[in-house]
């Protein structure tokens, strides 16, 4: 018989129990469904340096990656905004809405040739085939999202998505869109569980009074305190309970 001390068979018992009540999935889109984070992160780098007008150096740019990927999974404006002020520059919306602008530019010519996490696949037709409700929330504004969305997802996917929630002012993700997805399906929090690849995506979820289960790929090893992390969503597959 396998020890209850054993990580694994810790880690499988403590998602079983977690997802036991789970009937609505969400899930964030870069970097969880979407292997997209490295060229977002050079993009996002183009974009900031072209609206604040400042020539490319190598610092700078590793600097500004590294506050991005500090901050991903926070609304776009709001990741524009902090890293602004921690340069020691005035945020404006004229300085936002010319770097949303190219940013979007370079992410639509780009982000189309991006690979979907095969596990992540796996497990939305899982859960399809389980009746599962299946939600995909974002920072990414709506439109931007929505094209990206139908451009990698196969249809048979999209179909049983219920809805693609992009961020916007008055309704972004985290509060306001648990807020529609449990008022859409009609369930408590309890029902709902995120998920999500950094620790905002476990921040916002944590405000928003939901669940929230991270995943990071790269990691090989015995869960750490603190929010649970998987490194693969087969785990998920294997402990769900609908």
Request: one cysteine or more.
């Amino acid at each position: 018989m396998m020890s209850t001390d054993n990580p694994v068979a810790m880690l499988t018992k403590e998602l079983t129990t977690l997802l036991s009540p789970k009937t609505v999935f969400v899930f964030d889109w870069d970097g969880t469904i979407f292997d997209s984070m490295k060229v977002k992160s050079d993009n996002f780098v183009k974009a900031f340096l072209w609206a604040i007008s400042t020539i490319s150096c190598s610092a700078t740019e590793k600097n500004l990656e590294y506050h991005y990927r500090r901050l991903s999974g926070r609304p776009r404006k709001e990741i524009f905004y902090e890293i602004l002020t921690i340069l020691g520059m005035e945020p404006t919306s004229y300085l936002y809405d010319e770097f949303s602008r190219m940013f979007e530019k370079l992410n639509m010519t780009s982000l189309i040739h991006a690979p979907v996490f095969p596990d992540a696949l796996v497990l939305m037709n899982e859960l399809i085939q389980r009746n599962g409700k299946i939600y995909i929330s974002s920072s990414v504004p709506p439109n931007e999202l929505q094209e990206i969305v139908e451009a990698v997802l196969s249809i048979s996917i999209r179909r049983r998505v219920s809805k693609v929630l992009g961020s916007k002012d008055g309704f972004s993700k985290g509060s306001e869109h648990i807020g529609f997805i449990r008022q859409d399906c009609n369930v408590t929090n309890h029902q709902i569980i995120v998920f999500g690849d950094d620790r905002a995506d476990y921040e916002l979820s944590a405000d928003a009074g939901v669940d929230c289960i991270l995943i990071d790929r790269s990691i090989n090893g015995s869960q750490q305190a603190g929010p649970i992390i998987i490194n693969s969503f087969s785990k998920i597959k294997d402990s769900l309970a609908i």
